[in-house]
């Protein structure tokens, strides 16, 4: 039997968290969910992730900089950025980033 894919889902909104996590679970996924960016640090020291799905604001932290310590922390972890406010220079800097 395969191990399920963890994912953490890093939104300050704890509904748009919701969904992910009651979506993703019907899809066999372990999900987590991070609130803040001070949450989000301490999961991903405590096991590894294969998808971070990560909101471009958060409260305590910048996406764009919450997304190079995810890389920094654990490379092998995709990052999807989710935001309702984009630029195309912010979508180009996560790209480069490695989302």
């Not at 953490?8 to 509904?15: M, P, R």
């Not at 987590?32 to 990560?54: D, K, P, V, W």
């Not at 958060?58 to 972890?77: F, T």
Request: net charge negative.
């Amino acid at each position: 039997m395969s191990e399920k894919h963890r994912v953490l889902v890093i939104d300050d909104e704890i509904e748009v968290g919701n969904f992910f996590k009651s979506f993703l679970e019907k899809k066999n996924m372990q999900v987590l969910l991070a609130h803040s960016g001070e949450q989000a640090r301490l999961l991903l020291h405590e096991q590894s992730y294969n998808l971070a799905m990560l909101d471009l604001k958060l409260p305590d932290a910048c996406g764009l900089e919450m997304l190079r310590e995810i890389k920094s922390v654990q490379p092998n972890c995709e990052v999807i950025m989710m935001t309702g406010y984009s630029t195309t220079r912010t979508a180009v800097k996560a790209i480069q980033l490695g989302a």
